[in-house]
């Protein structure tokens, strides 16, 4: 995540178990990824991976440019697939009023 995130801005968090058939869900994660960085008012994304529990958080400039990215035909194609890779998903949509990113050199608000 970059520490430049201006906010309010809004977060997609997507947890989930992979299933057992994650059969053609690299390259359509890396393909996603690489058009999700096209659409305007995308700012970044950060994602962790656990043994049991995955969360993948991309962030936005505003629900238009979410409605954009779900709107995409590469993106309605992976998430036809979610049934296929996940033993189990959960998605939300999150405002982000307040932020802090923290550095070696400190704390800095990103609040505006």
Same mark, same amino acid.
């Given at each position: 995540m970059s520490e430049d995130v201006l906010v309010p801005q809004y977060a997609v968090l997507?947890? =989930?178990?992979?299933? /057992?058939? $994650?059969?053609? =869900? /690299? /390259?359509?994660? /890396?393909? $996603? !990824? %690489? !058009? %999700?960085?096209t659409i305007p008012g995308y700012c970044g994304y950060e994602s962790a991976k656990g043994e049991n529990r995955n969360i993948f958080i991309s962030y936005w400039a505003s629900k238009e440019a979410i409605a954009a990215w779900r709107e995409n035909a590469t993106h309605i194609k992976a998430k036809a697939k979610g049934q296929q890779w996940y033993a189990w998903y959960n998605s939300m949509i999150c405002k982000i009023e307040v932020g802090h990113f923290f550095t070696p050199d400190g704390r800095i608000n990103l609040r505006f």
């Open positions: 997507f947890s =989930y178990q992979f299933g /057992e058939d $994650t059969e053609g =869900y /690299e /390259e359509m994660d /890396e393909l $996603t !990824l %690489a !058009l %999700a960085r």
